[in-house]
């Protein structure tokens, strides 16, 4: 969510100033992974006093709660959500009431470690398996490679 605002804000600061064409993705990306050339540029244009260079810090800021202590993951993302919603930018403080209604789902997924990865995979699996079994003839065929593809089955080999 704080990748799509960032970048809403981007595109509407693009408009007016010429300087952001051609710069999506050096905000989006983790600044780590940014090659040398696309990290020059990201940091010639973050130093500029543009909306999306202060969008940006949030999103560094928000970032760095994957980070912190489970025990101070609480007061740090309410401290975050209070300084966004003082931020004067619409998007953000949209994005800051946002996350304080799933404010508990948030903590929760801090504090187990829990992401959506695995059913993230499951589902481009049955996405594969719908599209191998189009031809078949019921659905009762499908759901069986949905099951054979999906379910990690040890099946008995014949040797």
Known sequence: MMND??????????????????????????SDDLPDRERDRLLSVKS?????????????????????NVSVAESYLRKWIS????????????????MKR??????????????SAVVE????KIRTAFKRSYGFKTQEYRDTIIYLVAGDLSLPTIN
């Open 5 to 30: 605002t960032l970048d809403k804000i981007r595109r509407k600061e693009a408009k007016v100033n010429e300087t952001l064409k051609h710069t999506r993705y050096d905000w989006l990306k983790n």
């Open 48 to 68: 500029l006093d543009l909306q999306t260079s202060h969008a940006y810090h949030f999103k560094i800021a928000l970032q760095r709660l994957w980070k912190v």
């Open 83 to 98: 300084w966004g919603s003082r931020s004067r930018m619409p998007d953000i403080i949209k994005l800051g009431k946002t």
């Open 102 to 115: 799933h404010i508990d789902g948030i903590l929760e997924a801090i504090l187990t470690g829990i992401n």
């Open 121 to 124: 995979g499951l589902n481009n």
